[in-house]
């Protein structure tokens, strides 16, 4: 090694030109000798000499730059797929963001076996919503890493990390979101951390017996999301020591981050070479009571007639006694070449609690092989309502107008044809028509908003007034309330407010 040393002259005032010179040629024959003894191994090199001169002082030796990483920033590979074996067809599947994971309710992803956090991740998604979660045997902070448009990490402006900080005793979980852009060049992408509202983003956590559940909600748009059949999103998930979501520090922005395929279906199918099979459902938010159909298509790409020996539609985990069993054992073959389509329908049970469900067809082939099927529906209230007022508050000078909304959701299929009707209403206020009006809705996941109109007095004095009223349909009643707030401006005045004082 060779070792250099350097000089550094001192400073003084000049001392006259001639004095100066002789200095300089002084402090020049020291650094050549000090140079040239160094190089014969004489003199301790610059670095040496430090380290001697502050251990000599008693102080403690500078740390190296490359130090291993703390025990809560590990290190991650990103440069390295997954390994674990993975199921790419996510099925639509509407869950919800409780922190608990039902029977039946979430489809795993990959199951993480080794290192210190094991545990199973989750993925489903549905019109509104991409659904993650994550079942681990310990607590733990969770890392999840979206490539919404499924083009690779530093592509475009749609890459999306979302943390989510372990859960404590009592506490709801943290966390934190950033959006990777790499749009203008790969080479200069940037992290911005402002780009999500992590209030937008519904997360759910327990911790239970020393297992954690993590539950996170992406809505539709979020980063160039979009959610429809066939579309293919980037997903990757780390497990984290247990902490805060802010105690991850993210990578360099141009760091490559290899994800999962994950494909978005409205049915999970196991093809057989030649046969491919497509389930689709009449409806996949239903209503207890609903009679739901579905359709299998079994398309043939061979040139030869292919038999079925028997079909078989059944309810799958949960499921098995909310859909009708049936077998048919008298099938036609599938022609070559083309579709075979196969009919089923099912009632619902009118006391079957809001959740997911799955419906599964199995294909027995004559050769001895299976065709299967999956799709998922899910039951939801058949009536959603809500009131409010406008304006809020309302201010009361002379005689006030004031309007009542009543603002229905129906998921009923076909239409809805029910009731709304106020069920009280303060004293003195003047109502412009009947506290019950007719409700009608013309097709599914539609809205109708019931207006109310009325009169405030001139009296009306300041102070919250409750308003109820009811959703009537085919026997069940949904109760609405709603507080009405009252200012007087004249109570609030500068004027009133001096003569107080």
Not at 49 to 61: M, R
Request: hydrophobic share 40%; net charge neutral; with cysteine.
């Amino acid at each position: 090694m060779l070792a250099l040393n350097v000089c550094f002259l001192p400073s003084f005032a000049p001392v006259g030109r001639k004095r100066c010179g002789r200095w300089k040629g002084v402090m020049r024959a020291v650094c050549t000798a000090g140079l040239a003894a160094s190089l014969l191994g004489l003199l301790p090199s610059v670095d040496a000499a430090a380290q001697d001169s502050e251990a000599a002082k008693g102080a403690v030796p500078a740390a190296p730059q490359s130090q291993a990483p703390s025990p809560a920033q590990p290190t991650l590979n990103f440069r390295e797929r997954p390994k674990y074996p993975t199921d790419p067809q996510r099925l639509r599947r509407t869950v919800q963001i409780d922190g608990v994971l039902s029977d039946g309710e979430w489809d795993p992803f990959y199951t993480v076996t080794e290192g210190p956090i094991k545990g199973t991740v989750y993925c489903n998604w549905d019109d509104n919503y991409l659904y993650l979660a994550a079942r681990t045997d310990q607590p733990a902070s969770v890392l999840f890493d979206l490539d919404m448009g499924g083009d690779g990490w530093l592509r475009s402006a749609d890459n999306l990390e979302v943390v989510i900080g372990s859960i404590g005793e009592g506490s709801a979980p943290t966390v934190a979101a950033r959006l990777l852009d790499a749009a203008n060049s790969k080479d200069t992408p940037v992290w911005n951390d402002k780009a999500v509202d992590v209030k937008a983003l519904p997360v759910a956590g327990k911790l239970t017996n020393g297992t954690q559940v993590v539950e996170l909600a992406i809505p539709k748009d979020t980063a160039s999301l979009v959610l429809r059949p066939g579309a293919t999103i980037g997903v990757r998930a780390e497990f984290l020591p247990p902490g805060p979501a802010t105690a991850y520090i993210p990578t360099q922005a141009f760091e490559p981050h290899l994800l999962l395929d994950a494909t978005l279906a409205e049915s999970r199918v196991q093809p057989v070479a030649g046969i491919n099979p497509r389930l689709t459902l009449s409806d996949y938010k239903c209503i207890a009571g609903q009679k739901l159909f579905a359709t299998l298509e079994l398309l043939n790409q061979r040139d030869v007639p292919v038999p079925i020996r028997s079909v078989l539609w059944t309810g799958q985990g949960n499921s098995v006694n909310v859909v009708n069993t049936v077998r048919e054992v008298t099938v036609p073959p599938i022609a070559p070449s083309k579709r075979l389509k196969l009919k089923y329908s099912t009632v619902l049970p009118p006391t079957l609690a809001p959740g997911s469900y799955t419906l599964m067809v199995t294909a027995d082939l004559e050769e001895g092989k299976q065709v299967q099927s999956a799709a998922t529906f899910t039951i939801v209230e058949p009536v959603q309502a809500q009131m409010s007022a406008e304006p809020e508050p309302v201010a009361v000078v002379g005689s006030t107008k004031l309007r009542v909304n009543v603002d229905v959701f129906s998921a009923v299929p076909r239409y809805l044809g029910g009731s709304v009707e106020l069920l009280s209403v303060p004293a003195g206020w003047e109502l412009k028509g009947s506290k019950k009006r007719e409700l009608f809705i013309d097709h599914e996941d539609g809205q109708e908003i019931i207006r109310y109109d009325f009169r405030l007095p001139s009296t009306t004095p300041a102070g919250d007034y409750p308003l109820e009223a009811a959703v009537n349909w085919q026997g069940r009643v949904w109760k609405l309330k709603h507080v009405v707030h009252v200012v007087r401006p004249e109570e609030t005045s500068p004027a009133k407010t001096e003569a107080k004082k």
